[in-house]
């Protein structure tokens, strides 16, 4: 387990859960070029429109900083 506060603990987790945004773009950007674009039906064209995709990658990037400390394996 770690010794670092319970408050750093968190401020580094919202760090990792928003930086898990971009990276997820650019890697996403560069997966464009070496796979070939699905045809997807129209009503796909609004399954981000709330940005769920965003909320889920921070959310994933968060609780998985605060499983890998309090699991110790960070």
Known sequence: MSNK?????LIESVIIGLALIP?????????????????LPDVCSKWNEYYIMEVNLFLAGFLLHLAF??????
């Open 5 to 9: 506060s319970f408050t750093l603990i």
């Open 23 to 39: 990276f997820t773009y650019i890697t996403g950007y560069i997966a464009k070029f070496i796979t070939k674009k699905p045809t």
């Open 69 to 74: 400390v309090y699991s110790g394996l960070v």
